[in-house]
């Protein structure tokens, strides 16, 4: 039997927030680069792996980068080309954002990211500042997932063992280093199957409020769907 969760805890890229690649190819498009060259020349450069771990600033990341490509490749622009790939700050599920929101209500959310020294001020542009009670970023913490030590040190925050947490995660390596830390982890694929995974977490008395606000919630966004 699935034990019910104490805390829930959501990945960010990929579960809460998505990217268009529209937006990489248009700017090597406009800046005379081969479609795909942003995306492997910056997560290559070992200057992206250090500002994850926090050893260096996100702004030193995107120097790093223009570096590289400008190296690479002489005669494009490379600078405002990772310059208006940067301006994209990417999309945010808003169905997932109303699961965490539903959840909240009823144990606390954390974030947990693989992410640089810009995630608080990513998340202030998206809305999303608040919506958990804990935001673990892997800048700040020195630990980059798939790290067992990352997963413990999320429960530590909210001062539960690893196997009172529920992890949701994109990437199956992170899904695997959470459920070997001891939390119950499953790979994230699109909200409806979330929903089902969060429910099931909740101990019976919870999963009937859960399960009411979620009609209550969808009841109203129909009914704004409808308004003309």
């Known amino acids: 039997m699935t034990r019910a969760a ?11 927030r998505h990217w268009d ?9 406009a800046c005379g680069l081969p479609v795909g060259t942003l995306r492997t020349v910056a997560f290559s450069v070992p200057e992206y792996e250090a500002s994850l771990r926090g050893e260096i600033t996100y702004a030193e990341w995107c120097s790093a980068t ?22 994209d700050k990417g999309v945010v599920d808003p169905e997932v954002v109303a699961l965490i929101r539903l959840t909240r209500r009823l144990v606390p959310v954390g974030l947990l990211s693989n992410a640089h020294d810009a995630l608080s001020s990513d998340l202030r542009y998206l809305g999303l500042d608040g919506l958990f009670d804990v935001v673990i970023c892997s800048a700040e913490v020195g630990l980059v997932k798939p790290d067992l030590a990352v997963y413990r040190e999320s429960a530590r925050r909210f ?3 690893p196997a009172d947490c529920f992890f949701t995660d ?17 790979l994230f694929t699109d909200a409806a199957s979330l929903a ?33």
């Open 66 to 87: 223009k570096r590289e490509l400008a190296a690479q490749y002489p005669r494009s622009t490379a600078v405002p080309a990772v310059d208006r790939w940067q301006a």
């Open 196 to 228: 089902t995974r969060l429910e099931s977490r909740l101990s019976l008395l919870r999963v009937a409020e859960y399960g009411n606000a979620r009609v209550r919630s969808v009841g109203r966004a129909e009914g704004e769907a409808g308004e003309d």
């Open 159 to 161: 001062d539960v063992s």
């Open 21 to 29: 690649p529209r937006h990489a190819v248009e700017a090597e498009a």
């Open 6 to 16: 104490q805390v829930c805890l959501f990945d960010m890229d990929g579960v809460v």
């Open 170 to 186: 994109d990437t199956m390596d992170n899904v695997l280093a959470a459920r070997q830390a001891g939390i119950d982890a499953e």
